[in-house]
């Protein structure tokens, strides 16, 4: 080959070396300083198997692209025919091909990103129970995100100030006892166990129904004890016997629901439930998987025999999803939520508090900057289990951080409401305090969504949370 083709060969490889570097390399880079100088934590994993790379990148480009210049150096000199340098010269005549070869491996591996891609590829093989503490982590969700070459990322990272935010926030309300009430889901006192489990369950149903069908926003107070207070007669609707008996005679469940709960609602001033077909097949089917598997009482979704007396709060999570439109992250913790509140299963040992997932909470996450992205990241679907998570985690890290300011802060409002959180009796306090703030943080949220309040972000019609242009 002649020299002038191999000069021409090392020009394009010092260029494109050069540029990749500068472009591509720092564009990745800048994303990342991007998030931090917005308070985003990254953490050690993701900076050890995607922001380092880019370093030895950027090292190894510009390594190469000086020995394509070295070597291009030679070549030019021995077009002319100068006789110094020949040090030169010979770099040039036995490595030229070298050096192009190389430069274009380390091309391709960059624009794949190959140093993460492999280890990322080789761990999504891996089942999550494996490595739990990695593969559901919001430091493994972001370099999946960054790493991803064929589309914009779109990482979603917890950030400790606006976190900071959202505590105090929740502290001012809990404390005062400023915060909303009307969707709080009191107690009802009258029923038995089993038909307050009933109770909640189909009142969670009905709340989901909302969403599903696009009813409308609503009061959940008013609505949830207009629902526990259903009866015929002296008999609740929701009484097991009941249920069996109303399949039994092919009774619309669902028409005997509005028929007895509309008149309440309609004197709290709220909108009555609808008529619609789809919501009684819903109902229908819902109280034949009751009766056929728990005996027609939701209390039994948490025992591990209907005569047994030993409940575990995750099988309950777990059977709830065979329900209609229980499958999803909002509506299963939320029943639990209240079962238990309602001591549906006294004395259980709640274990750690499962936060409901709302695409409203996440758009307040986004707003209050408790979890940032880039500016150029549009909207979320949020419909992931890995998106979903780390809305649930930043939930979990603003209670700890009211946790340790309750504990902690010598102050006497502080301390009069944790000595009131461990006075009631049946959950741990931990468990107390997160269901307070969850419902503290709720509250605002769906608030906001109904006025579109949201700081940045909107929730449009498809539960998306949007960017406000």
């Not at 990272?157 to 909303?180: C, E, K, W």
């Not at 999570?317 to 065979?322: G, H, I, L, T, Y």
Request: aromatic share 12%; glycine share 6%.
């Amino acid at each position: 080959m002649r020299e002038i083709e191999k000069v021409i060969g090392l020009i394009f490889q010092s260029g494109t070396d050069f540029l990749q570097a500068v472009k591509q390399v720092e564009g990745r880079l800048s994303r990342i300083r991007e998030i931090r100088d917005r308070g985003g934590q990254l953490g050690s994993w993701f900076c050890l198997s995607y922001e380092c790379p880019q370093y030895i990148y950027r090292l190894a480009l510009v390594l190469c692209t000086i020995a394509g210049l070295s070597a291009l150096s030679g070549g030019v000199l021995e077009i002319f025919n100068v006789r110094r340098l020949t040090s030169l010269q010979l770099f040039f005549d036995d490595y030229w091909l070298k050096i192009v070869a190389l430069g274009l491996l380390l091309l391709l591996i960059t624009y794949v990103d190959g140093i993460t891609r492999v280890p990322v590829w080789a761990l999504s093989c891996l089942p999550t129970r494996w490595l739990p503490s990695v593969l559901e982590s919001p430091a493994w969700f972001n370099v999946r995100q960054y790493s991803n070459v064929l589309e914009k990322p779109k990482p979603l990272v917890i950030a400790q100030i606006g976190v900071d935010r959202l505590a105090d926030f929740a502290l001012v309300q809990l404390v005062s006892g400023s915060y909303r009430t009307e969707h709080f889901a009191d107690k009802p006192t009258d029923l038995s166990t089993d038909e307050r489990a009933n109770a909640a369950l189909f009142g969670c149903l009905l709340e989901q129904e909302h969403y599903v069908r696009r009813w409308g926003m609503r009061e959940w107070r008013p609505f949830y004890a207009a629902v526990a207070g259903a009866r015929e007669g002296e008999v609740s609707v929701f009484a097991p016997n009941f249920l069996q008996a109303a399949r039994r005679e092919a009774r619309d469940y669902y028409a005997i629901i509005r028929e007895l709960v509309n008149p309440h609602l309609t004197i709290a001033r709220q909108e009555p439930l609808p008529d619609s077909g789809a919501v009684a097949e819903d109902v229908m089917k819902a109280i034949d998987l009751l009766n056929a598997m728990y005996g027609g009482s939701a209390a039994n979704l948490a025992r591990t025999s209907r005569t047994g007396n030993h409940v575990d709060l995750r099988l309950a999570f777990e059977r709830v999803e065979q329900f209609p439109h229980f499958s999803g992250e909002g509506m299963r913790p939320q029943f639990l939520k209240i079962a238990v509140r309602w001591d549906v299963w006294p004395g259980v040992a709640t274990g750690n508090f499962i936060y409901p997932f709302s695409s409203s909470l996440a758009a307040l996450f986004l707003g209050r900057e408790a979890v940032v992205t880039l500016r150029e990241v549009d909207q979320f679907s949020f419909k992931s289990t890995e998106e979903r998570r780390i809305v649930r985690e930043a939930m979990r890290q603003t209670v700890s951080t009211v946790d340790r300011r309750l504990r902690t802060v010598d102050r006497k409002d502080y301390q009069a409401f944790y000595a009131e959180l461990q006075a009631k009796s049946g959950h741990p306090v931990e468990w107390e305090l997160a269901e307070h703030v969850d419902f503290v943080l709720w509250s605002e949220a769906y608030e906001l969504g109904r006025h579109d309040g949201f700081d940045n972000w909107r929730v449009d019609e498809n539960k998306f949370v949007v960017r406000k242009k």
